[in-house]
């Protein structure tokens, strides 16, 4: 069976949803291809309540926490998507088996959710400078209006402080920020006390802006503070891409087809074939449209693109932000209880600006630690068990999380590369290498240096540097860089694919540069200009 | 049937070696169907260490602490970890877990726990050595 439309946007995370939703509201007939694996085990069954009382008093709370297979008690933390939550584990589904990644130096994670890689997002929204998107290839003029397009239409929330200008700068219509936190809350007393000080060694910290709402709307509740932000999504305050999807299954412009896994494309002179092999037959099936955008994220947008273009170019750069977490102590929390209301997300954020110009920029987001139990903290401890958890209840309170995210470059020691192979699913395998030069290393490090004293000055004793694989921080990009030469294997500046006429790419597969800032803010501001060019070219 | 008793008796020791208490049957079944999901296999080493654990809850005490410093992912310790976790999503014993206010001089209690800790892992390197070598 053939189905046409005139446009196909193919995956629904969080550039699908954005595509998706800016064509329909043009009015134009769309189709969204997509797995679309959803939580079919934990959605239900948590209960909409905060997080102490749930502890206190729900006895199903095993079920959740754990998972029905004690999923949720990881032992090998180095697999990819060990660190999630039993709830949100659906995220990572079927990729083994789909889509396999092999490498020993790069653990890239990705997703066939419905909703994507966006149904984990941490919320942060950076609206990047102009240097930042001058060495993306974006152009600063085409993108402030449409993170405004993107803020209204998954609701922001923020502050002008020290912060605003590496995440809010002049976004308009954001609502008032959430409330701080009492552990975040005395780093940010601590800041700004000695202000001064900090800023002259480049150092800046604020609000996070994040894509979570204080003021109800559309059928969302403002952030009701139960700390259950790692495991459900209960009060929609959180945006999450399959909430776009969702809105848009009522439109009758807009069909969501699940179950389908898009192998390649085929022009012709009408428009784009996309083949499909169904995830519940294993068949193939044949869509067509006038248009076909891609964005199932980049590593998914790589091997479509490899396979259309008959494996001809086996290998493509990539770039991931080196990514590491410090635990900290805060000596002023020690042995206090930590408050019933709050949030796990990180509404602190740390700027390493030494050069004063918004580029190049490090940063930590600061995370407190509870909804993720304390047996996980105590396994890290080389301590017996038992006595780790009578000293871990009494530190839990002063645990500062900061994550670094360093910015990052592509070069010749980071590609992935495609190789044919019978035995997958779809007869081939993704591969890859991710290695830093050791002038980065050295970089990385003295950025982590200036970072852990500023946290340190705050009242946060780092106690150790913990490195997650490459690939950990979730952050992919480059692997078609812009070019308007229209050559193959790159992206035209306005989203067109190099060497087709009609297929787009809407993710950040032409992302040059990646800020050490989250990127998801501004690949959805990317991907509605996309979309608003798809348009323009008919 | 006999594996579930097996486990049950585990859960009961266990159980009483991280909080000090006998714990509840429910928290003993979820021991029970965890470890009957979650099939962890011993080696001949791993099985020569627990069985001396299983034993007495001072071994128990000192083999972990010894295994936590020298060998953290050891399977011996997966099942003490797994039991750490049960107790923790249980109603029953969330004020193990919860942090509170505690007074000034709990950290008194907190350094001495330390200390105990450390003795605990001197004395457990010598009985993980002397399996080690009775296992080679």
Request: include cysteine; hydrophobic fraction near 35%.
């Amino acid at each position: 069976m053939q189905l046409s439309y005139d446009y196909i946007v193919v995956g629904s995370g969080a550039t699908g949803a954005i595509v998706a939703n800016s064509l329909v509201e043009a009015g134009v007939n769309i189709a969204v291809l997509d797995v679309g694996v959803e939580d079919e085990l934990y959605k239900e069954i948590i209960p909409n309540k905060d997080f102490i009382s749930i502890r206190k008093e729900d006895e199903n709370q095993q079920d959740y926490f754990l998972g029905k297979q004690f999923e949720g008690i990881p032992w090998e933390t180095s697999k990819v998507g060990s660190q999630l939550t039993p709830p949100r584990n659906f995220l990572t589904q079927l990729t083994e088996k789909l889509i396999p990644f092999e490498s020993d130096s790069f653990k890239p994670m990705e997703s066939m959710a419905k909703g994507g890689l966006g149904g984990g997002w941490g919320l942060g929204c950076y609206e990047f400078s102009k240097p930042e998107l001058d060495a993306i290839g974006l152009k600063e003029s085409e993108m402030l209006p449409a993170y405004d397009a993107v803020a209204n239409h998954i609701g922001v929330s923020g502050i002008k402080d020290d912060a605003a200008p590496y995440c809010l700068r002049d976004l308009k219509n954001v609502q008032p920020v959430s409330e701080l936190e009492q552990n975040l809350s005395g780093v940010f007393t601590s800041y700004n006390k000695q202000k001064k000080n900090l800023n002259n060694k480049g150092i800046f910290v604020g609000r996070s802006a994040l894509a979570v709402i204080t003021k109800e709307r559309d059928n969302r509740s403002a952030v009701q503070y139960k700390d259950m932000d790692f495991w459900s999504d209960t009060d929609k305050s959180s945006y999450r891409s399959w909430m776009t999807i969702d809105q848009l299954k009522g439109k009758s412009n807009f069909v969501y087809h699940k179950n389908c896994l898009v192998l390649k494309f085929k022009e012709h002179d009408l428009g784009v074939d996309v083949i499909v092999k169904r995830t519940d037959t294993s068949e193939e099936q044949i869509f067509s449209c006038k248009k076909l955008i891609l964005s199932p994220g980049v590593l998914g947008t790589a091997r479509i693109v490899i396979r259309s273009f008959d494996y001809k170019k086996e290998q493509l750069p990539v770039i991931c932000n080196p990514y590491c977490y410090i635990p900290c102590l805060q000596w002023r929390m020690l042995g206090k209880e930590i408050e019933q209301k709050k949030t796990s997300l990180g509404q602190l954020v740390m700027y390493l600006d030494e050069k004063n110009d918004n580029f190049d920029v490090g940063m930590a987001a600061l995370f407190s630690y509870r909804s993720l139990l304390l047996f996980k903290l105590i396994k890290e401890t080389p301590l017996n068990y038992a006595d780790a958890r009578i000293i871990m209840q009494y530190l839990q309170s002063s645990f500062t999380i900061a994550g670094i995210h360093h910015p990052e470059k592509g070069s010749a020691s980071k590609f992935i590369r495609m190789e044919q192979n019978a035995n997958t699913y779809t007869g081939d395998i993704l591969t890859g290498q991710y290695i830093l030069s050791e002038q980065e290393i050295k970089t990385n490090e003295s950025r982590e240096k200036k970072i852990k004293s500023a946290l340190n000055s705050l009242g946060c004793k780092p106690l150790k540097t913990i490195y997650t694989p490459h690939g950990g921080s979730i952050h992919y990009a480059g692997t078609l860089p812009f070019n308007d030469n229209g050559e193959n294997f790159s992206i035209h500046s306005n989203g067109k694919l190099g060497g087709t006429k009609n297929v787009f790419v809407a993710d950040g597969s032409g992302f040059k540069y990646l800020p050490a800032k989250g990127l998801t803010f501004t690949l959805m501001a990317n991907a509605y200009n996309v979309a608003k060019n798809v348009l323009k070219n008919g | 049937m006999e594996n579930k008793s097996v486990h049950i008796f585990e859960a009961e020791r266990i159980g009483n070696y991280l909080l000090g208490i006998n714990v509840q049957d429910s928290e003993k079944n979820t021991y029970a169907d965890a470890m009957q999901k979650l099939n962890i296999q011993f080696s001949k080493y791993e099985q020569a260490l627990w069985e001396k654990m299983i034993k007495s809850k001072s071994k128990m005490a000192c083999i972990d602490a010894a295994l936590a410093m020298k060998e953290p992912n050891n399977n011996v310790r997966r099942k003490l970890f797994t039991m750490l976790a049960i107790l923790e999503a249980s109603p029953n014993y969330t004020s193990y877990f919860l942090s509170r206010n505690f007074s000034f001089f709990y950290i008194f209690k907190i350094g001495l726990v330390g200390i105990r800790a450390v003795w605990r892992a001197a004395i457990g390197i010598f009985i993980i050595n002397s399996i080690k070598r009775k296992c080679n």
